[in-house]
């Protein structure tokens, strides 16, 4: 089992920056890649971002491309997702999940096939 419990959430204004961070706990060795998704209200959950673990390759949906970026620290098991010229389109509850087993990009990238997920933390963008 691995377990993901997300911070760095909250409330800020257009324009500003939040960083998300993701902390892996147990069988962390399992896991191949971590992404980021998030659910806004009404909405159906949709892909953030990934990273490979060990290479540190990304991959980033078209509607973030060039502001968010996704990185990761082995040494501490956590993964973090730097949101800059945040948009109110952005508001949601963001989660992190683990993939457990190697896939071409982006077919892979589907929720379906991350295994283990966290509990979500609340980011808002204000206008």
């Known amino acids: 089992q691995v377990q993901l419990v997300e911070s760095g959430g909250g409330l800020v204004q257009a324009g500003g920056s939040l960083r998300l961070s993701c902390a892996a706990s147990?069988?962390?060795?399992?896991?191949?890649?971590m992404g980021w998704f998030r659910q806004a209200p009404g909405k159906e959950r949709e892909f953030v971002s990934a990273?490979?673990?060990?290479?540190?390759?990304?991959f980033y949906a078209d509607s973030v491309k060039g502001r968010f970026t996704m990185s990761r620290d082995n040494t501490k098991n956590t993964v973090y997702l730097q949101m800059n010229s945040l948009k109110p389109e952005d508001t949601a509850v963001y989660y992190c999940?683990?993939?457990?087993?190697?896939?071409?990009?982006?077919?892979?990238?589907?929720?379906?096939?991350?295994?283990?997920w966290g509990q979500g933390t609340q980011v808002t963008v204000s206008s």
């Open positions: 999940a683990a993939l457990n087993f190697y896939g071409p990009w982006p077919q892979t990238l589907r929720q379906g096939n991350f295994r283990y």
């Open positions: 147990g069988r962390t060795a399992s896991v191949n890649s």
């Open positions: 990273i490979r673990r060990i290479a540190g390759e990304t």
